[in-house]
């Protein structure tokens, strides 16, 4: 965290006392916000009602600018742009009183972290002071244009390219993996700017309005019916020179805090959530609510899965409480966030399977009233935790190679031109 | 899988298979998700045709074995099905076409089914693990010349399209099964949501149902061994099926890991991932294994069929999730969408291994019957 | 371990960790396995001195805590502990000396037990799970002015060696506890074997034992908060112990794996087992969040300590067990000779994983209290 | 198994039927053999009475020239070499009507197989004339001298040497691992005779007896206090190079069926154990009996355990049925002998964990009465069916290299001479 906090923590002048702030932030939460829904608390869900999710999306819009007037936004963003230079530990309040109110969930990740983050360690003073004003009061939504069809977990293996022209560029490729791309505005993007060095040392980042016509946006219908990602064609694409993102095929510099603060997901000071979290997956609760309805919290053997569920919930806050202190103080390198990330994914996937466990037959087929209704396809999703923002075993590579210091793993594509790096299988075998 | 087939059997699968690949591609499938009955009337009666309903009905009745198990030979079609995610009713039929056919009754049922024209289903008891056994959430009771039918079951597969439940019910301190026309007054049906994409539940509710004698299948309150047989079959039929998926997600992420490239090599290359697909395909091997054990003792009536059914239930249930969503796992980002075929098999596999007794209660019924047999021993 | 450690707290934990690296080295645990007490007298008391029995006890006695937080002081020692195996009867006298002094009781024995002069274990309730509580195995009765206890508890740590027990009770509807010297008529110790070199262990049994009133520690019948504590505090110097015995397991095979070559080149750069180091570090990393945040919530009297305290005696007991048999599994054969020091530490981790609760009956716990929790909320 | 099986059962007369071969084999095992003792069907647990364990052992050897009296010995050996020249059938008949008795336990393995097969696959005609009579009669307890300290999984990077003398060679080296070696005769060595070949192909095999003065058997103490295992230290042994089996320098092409058979265990047609296996392990039966004695086979939670490694048991036994009639027919390779090696490592590591947690405190501290007395101890040894007999890890290659042809692991030891492969951590790293 390094660089990015510090410049948030260390201001000058005295830093508002927590429990003042603590007491600031809950009066005026209270007064201002709503009472969170149920949907609220698991957002993403619309079914396919577009409607609804852009009236959800303007609403966070609101509720963001709101927070901004009210100088309860970019908490750890200096006061230059926009922010409020306070400290991690003032976020983390913000955050407790947030508990069981509405938030502008999708202003959060990505927007907020990676996207804004990487432009306040990377961007120009200009970039900085015309976006992240913007962002803070709710104008931006920023999406990652990171992952490619091509490309699985080799994110530094991007096919999209940049070609100079002038005081411009050319973007041409497709992106995919973006959440609500189709309601966001600006896109930061790693392109391959040069195929003839060895593929780390050949990239750049951009940004780019995602609403223009060389930028088709597609939805993905996902298993779950859920339609919230999006792939992105690139066609053509102008973007200025001012809008790049760090030096000329130097992008993988920005890649790799980029892709810290991507993991760092909701434990990111930069980001507001309400604590104990509210970002998807199976709540030890509903396997309690199941059990109930079916009448079996009676049996040990089912306490015992209800148990697990809430005992891996448990752990893993302490862990990422834990990973984020030991990164903080230096006790870790960044590259640490890469344990709670692991813990996360393979525990979600975990509880999902103890809470169709739990639902017996009630998992095979359901009413939507029942407390089970989600289960099965809950479970149809479980590997999401596991591979949605850098797989579980990129995570074991970097917690192995980087944090353990064991050697890396033997790559055919370090010491040669990207061009000449084999990417399918040959032909004929 | 069986290892070794007659060349009987061999033709009947191929065909089977053959057929599936023709008349129920991805596509098709997917197709059938918004289809009400999720498959089609022409296609059922052209597999029953196939033999797909015949295995477990008497020759008397038209039906008929390959290799003199039949339960053995209908799990090399229920295997086909799970490899391609295939619609269609399979285990309800076959089911309650055994058990009318061992008892000589309805004839003209039988027959239907047999033709592929008529759909039934049982409505069974539940899985009380704890005891190690079934218990019916019905009752049965007897007013002068009527059986009278009361309670609900759910869920019941091929609710809504069956034109014949088989209910079993408690009766006094015994168990009796009837054979009820969906269309009988006071039968009501609530359609259920599902994870599979073709197959069909409802919520089964008999409100005070009057049927005469005649409806009851098998001796009055003695039908305790004909619904271990229907259960022990249900087991066997729904492993068989999820044999077939794993294998088909398996086969599918053997291929994508020697396609796909990552950092200049493919996905196969990659020791951890290696280990994985060592692990994956050995368990793989060990769900066809005791899926096929399972089925043979089922068929000859083993003392230890009871113990293998619930053994194979519980080790594909539990080992073969962790299989397909690994492979779905080793895919990334697109094994998660609706485009991708993977989650077809991740599909069937769910809800086979939510039906008829989840893995934990499948073991807690293994403790319980080495509990029994070594009390006895 | 805790992240931060004041200047004080690294003073105790250092210094104890000085101690047991020279008095108590691999040879020296093994050397024990033929001792009765399993530990040394002096060695003890010298323990003592460096405040090993002190934290829990109040100032008013002659302890007191480094850091205002005694449980979390005294885990920084357990977790040495662990890390070396060490010998002495850390939990139990500890424990004992917290409940006497809480309650101002028998300040003798409180100022022995604090110079390592005096040993006292605690006969402690089972957890049982189902209920999400303990439950006492002994009887409390009154009999005009004697306590007469009546029962057995096994197992008890140190029994044998333990000069005062301090027995836990059913009293009527209420829990009594008293403090019962071991030479006292009617009190029999079995000793029994265990899988720790140094650890001893006993069946205790109260064959109608009587003292007099003041043998009583707090009020009777109002004990039960005091045990709730009791067994919390057991479980987070369990916790601590294992996590360090986890550590040191972990360590050493780190080291290993770079040091050992296979086919060329070092274990350390074969990616099926990096993953698995990956594994191992995240689940030590998360052994140690949640063993910490257990101590500091029981020390805080929070409402939340009975979930963390289960919560961490459950995942170090199930996570921590894989971390330890995996280390074991990549040392190879030599990881399970009786001369390679790894089982020191694999011996004490699944002692300490069987003692007050697996992590299947911790698991139940939590279910039971979130049921309860939930159920008042 | 090609070879070897097939020589042992294509014998042109007729072969005898099975059900009379049954009716033979019981009513001989009836009339001369004990039932088995408990402590019988859990060898290797002599806590140090070594007289008790050479009494046993003798035992075993007057069994074994029983049953090759009997014409029960060498099932599956052609009968030139005193085998009965019958198949793998007659040889599960036998194993079947063992069940309950007494049987040569020590005899099987490693002395029938791997080391007899392996005599029998590429020993002379003068070497099998030698030993596999005596060895069929219980003269000859075979070992294996395979496993050195410096190795682990890695085999093939032997380092024991054997220098050729004129018509004779001289040994120097250590193995480990070896079962008893202190009460065996003779060794299967494998041995490096050239090192400037790259190490598959500087490998020979020799024939040694163990008791000579050139041999010091040590034997190692395990963390359950058995003293099973032994390590050899070899002094300028002599070996008269008509007792080396298979070609100079080609060992390896032995080294791999020998590994092969090895992989095998009890399931080999060469062995012959009392069909469901007594070859250690925590049992079912065993958890129901703890469960029992605690009086918790009432609680789900406990059966879900017992029934658990109920499962395992019976799907071990099936997917090795499986598996061995694979590798008859053909429709898996050799290699996949290590499908069924790896379920039963991992699975016998579960089975202990289950004991543990069934135990509940008793497995902290018991008496010797108690159900639970051996659990813990077995818990503490719970890894070595994942490590005795090749590692859980070369299993896992194996399977993906040789049964689902993934790319080799890349080693650093293939095509350069074998005193050029690094050894060990170079000096200051």
């Given amino acids: 965290m390094s660089a990015v906090s510090t410049e948030g923590a260390r201001v000058p002048e005295q830093l ?60 750890c963003f200096p006061r230059a742009y926009g922010g409020q230079g306070l400290s ?46 913007a962002i803070l009061k709710g104008e931006e939504l920023w999406m990652q244009f990171l992952s490619e069809p091509s490309g699985g977990s080799d994110v530094a293996g991007a096919l999209t390219t940049a070609i100079r022209d002038g005081e411009q560029w050319v973007l041409n490729g497709s992106k995919v993996w973006t959440t609500g791309a189709w309601w966001s505005d600006w896109g930061l993007c790693l392109a391959r700017t040069n195929w003839d060095v060895p593929k780390h040392r050949g990239l750049s980042v951009f940004m780019l309005p995602i609403h223009q016509s060389g930028v088709e946006v597609h939805r993905i219908e996902m298993i779950n019916g859920s339609r919230e990602f999006c792939q992105e064609f690139m066609t053509d694409v102008i973007v200025p020179d001012s809008d790049r993102v760090g030096e000329i095929d130097d992008g993988w510099t920005v890649g790799t805090r980029w892709m810290f603060h991507e993991r760092m997901m909701y434990s990111s000071p930069y980001v507001s959530v309400p604590d104990g979290g509210s970002h998807g997956g199976t709540a030890a609760t509903s396997l309690l609510n199941i059990a109930r309805e079916l009448g079996h919290m009676d049996d040990p053997s089912v306490r015992d ?15 990422m409480k834990r990973v984020t202190e030991s990164i903080r103080s230096g006790r870790l390198s960044d590259q640490a966030a890469a344990i709670g990330r692991l813990f996360k994914g393979t525990s979600a996937s ?3 399977t103890l809470a169709l466990e739990v639902a017996g037959s009630a998992g095979a087929a359901w009413t939507d009233e029942s407390a089970a209704s989600s289960t099965a396809v809950n479970f149809l999703m479980r590997q999401v935790g596991s591979i949605a923002g850098g797989t579980v075993e990129m995570a074991r590579n970097v917690i192995s190679e980087r944090v353990l210091a064991m050697p890396r793993e033997r790559t055919l594509d370090r010491d040669v031109p990207f061009r000449d790096v084999p990417r399918s299988r040959p032909t004929g075998s | ?45 052209r597999g029953a045709e196939l033999g797909w309903t015949s295995f477990l009905v008497g020759e008397a009745h038209g039906g008929g074995t390959i290799s003199g198990a039949g339960l053995v030979d209908l799990s090399l079609v229920a295997y086909e099905f799970g490899r391609h995610a295939a619609p269609g009713p399979l285990v309800s039929t076959n089911v309650v076409a055994g058990a009318l056919s061992a008892h000589d009754a309805q004839t003209e049922v039988i027959a239907d089914l047999l033709a592929g024209t008529g759909i039934a289903t049982w409505c069974a008891p539940e899985l009380r693990s704890f005891h190690g056994s079934w218990a019916p959430t019905v009752e049965i009771r007897h007013d002068r010349a009527e059986v009278v039918v009361l309670g609900k079951v759910s869920p019941v597969e091929a609710a809504g399209q069956a034109g014949h439940l088989l209910v079993t019910g408690r009766d006094g301190d015994g168990i009796t099964q009837v054979l009820v026309p969906a269309s009988t007054a006071g039968v009501s049906i609530a359609p259920l949501r ?14 005070d149902v009057r049927l005469s004698q ?81 089925c043979c003792a089922i068929d000859e009536g083993s003392p230890d069929a009871a113990e293998l059914a619930s053994a194979a239930k519980a080790f594909i249930g539990q080992y073969g999730a962790e299989v397909v969503q690994d492979c779905v796992q080793l895919h990334g980002g697109i094994g998660v969408t609706f485009e991708h075929n993977l989650h077809l098999f991740l599909r069937r596999f769910t809800v086979n291994r939510a039906l008829a007794g989840t893995p934990a209660e499948h073991r807690q019924r293994i403790g319980a019957i080495l509990d029994g047999w070594e009390a006895a021993a």
């Fill in chain 1, 16 to 75: 508002e006392d927590l429990e003042s702030f603590r007491k600031r932030a809950r009066s005026w939460i209270r007064s201002n916000l709503r009472r969170a829904t149920r949907d609220e608390m698991r957002w993403g869900r619309f079914d396919g009602n577009e409607e609804a999710e852009l009236a959800a999306v303007a609403r966070d819009r609101e509720i963001q600018r709101k927070l901004f007037d009210a100088g309860l936004a970019g908490i």
């Fill in chain 1, 88 to 133: 991690p530990g003032h976020q983390k309040v913000l955050n407790e009183e947030l508990v069981g109110y509405e938030y502008p969930a999708r202003m959060q990740v990505p927007t907020l972290s990676p996207c804004a983050t990487v432009l306040l360690e990377f961007g120009t003073e200009e970039q900085k002071l015309r976006h992240i004003p």
């Fill in chain 1, 305 to 319: 899965l209800v148990g697990e569920a809430r005992m891996l919930e448990i752990v893993g806050d302490e862990l």
């Fill in chain 1, 350 to 352: 975990r509880i999902s």
């Fill in chain 2, 1 to 45: 899988m069986l290892l070794a087939l007659s060349s009987d059997q061999e033709f009947v699968r191929e065909t089977t298979e053959r057929f599936l690949v023709e008349q129920t591609p991805p596509n098709e499938v997917r197709r059938l998700q918004r289809d009400t009955a999720g498959f089609d009337a022409d296609y059922w009666r």
């Fill in chain 2, 194 to 207: 599902t994870a599979d994409l073709t197959r069909r539940f409802g919520a089964v509710t008999f409100d």
């Fill in chain 2, 214 to 294: 005649d409806a009851i299948v098998g001796a009055p309150g003695e039908a305790s061994t004909d619904v271990d047989l229907q259960f022990h079959r249900t087991l066997a039929i729904l492993n068989a099926e999820a044999v077939g998926a794993m294998q088909a997600a398996f086969d599918m992420t053997v291929e994508w890991a020697f396609d796909r490239y990552a950092f200049g090599r493919p996905l196969a290359s990659y020791q951890a991932l290696k280990h994985r697909f060592a692990d994956m395909l050995t368990w793989v091997e060990a769900s066809h294994a005791i899926s096929d054990a399972a």
